[in-house]
């Protein structure tokens, strides 16, 4: 048995190893070279100059960094409350047939995320311009030739049209996913339900979305993982503009490091970024716990 667990073992290392090495060299070691420079002030040239905490410091004292942190938030919030709900109806509604031409409204809804994002940017900047759609058709409801939206000099409310134009865009991308995990429920079940004279309702809540927990908690990673590193979209649309209102983190890292060759003050705010993703993957992996408990 002993000659066996080690043929076995040497056969899992040959098999791991390549990935393992790959990972590792992709992953871990970005990660580590990043969170030691982030104690480094380094322009690209000459050596690095060691600062301790100061990176951090600096940081966390921006208020531009801290504007971003909060809209970044804001994306998360409204993947985690906007995108993965929304999408969790429509599929739910789909694979209920509670719609005529579902296979068009499936197509529909899901055909923004099959657009790239610089060009879903484009358009809505366009349309959310000053002489655009929306400008225009708020002038002829309203009569009044002289409105203008100025949502963008908000300083508070300017994120909002980006968080619409998320929200509108990757809806459709979860829709698909819980619609097909939602043709693995077995169809007895819920014929079970109905003939017991279970409400929709009691189906969705009490049958299928326990069966979905599973689900919910991968996407729930996946939103969250997304919305930290959000960046293309952001860029096109507004590039973190007017004044820094729609910046996110990616997008100041991205300022800071590449424009004025801070790569040491980069890397920290790399290092915060992969932190906030690891705490709020951890939040959702507890409240996935207490839910999987719940429907045991």
């Known amino acids: 048995m002993t000659e066996i667990r080690k043929q076995r073992t040497i056969a899992y290392a040959v098999f791991t190893a390549p990935a393992v090495l790959v990972y590792g060299s992709i992953i871990i070691f970005p990660v580590i070279y990043s969170f030691s420079l982030s104690f480094f002030q380094w322009t690209g040239f000459g050596a690095p100059e060691w600062t301790g905490l100061s990176n951090y ?3 966390f004292s921006d208020q531009v960094f801290r ?6 938030l804001l994306v998360v919030a409204v993947s985690i409350f906007g995108q993965m709900p929304l999408g969790f109806l429509l599929a739910y509604i789909l694979y209920r047939g509670l719609v005529k031409a579902g296979r068009f409204f499936e197509t529909m809804i899901f055909l923004p995320i099959t657009i790239a994002a610089v060009v879903v940017a484009l358009l809505w900047a ?16 309203t009569g009044n030739p002289r ?10 409310f ?3 049209p980006v968080l619409f134009v998320i929200l509108w865009m990757y809806t459709g991308m979860y829709m698909v996913i819980y619609l097909a995990n939602l043709q693995k ?23 299928v979305t326990p069966a979905m927990i599973n689900i919910l908690f991968t996407t729930a990673v996946f939103a969250i993982s997304g919305s930290l590193k959000s960046f293309d979209l952001i860029w096109a649309m507004t590039q973190g503009g007017p004044a820094n209102y729609t910046t996110v983190i990616a ?16 890397s920290a705010v790399s290092v915060v970024i992969i932190v906030l993703s690891l705490g709020l993957i951890t939040l959702a992996q507890r409240i996935y716990r207490y839910f999987e408990n719940r429907y045991e």
């Open 57 to 59: 410091s600096v940081m």
């Open 67 to 72: 504007h971003g942190l909060r809209n970044n």
């Open 126 to 141: 366009q349309i959310f311009s000053p002489t655009g759609l929306f400008t225009t058709l708020i002038q002829r409801a």
């Open 147 to 156: 409105f203008v939206l100025r949502i963008f000099e908000s300083r508070t």
């Open 158 to 160: 300017a994120i909002v």
């Open 185 to 207: 429920i077995s169809p007895s079940v819920i014929e079970s339900a109905i003939i017991d004279g279970a409400s929709e309702s009691q189906i969705l809540f009490r049958i």
């Open 251 to 266: 997008i100041y890292m991205y300022i800071t490091t590449f424009k004025y060759y801070r790569y040491g003050f980069g």
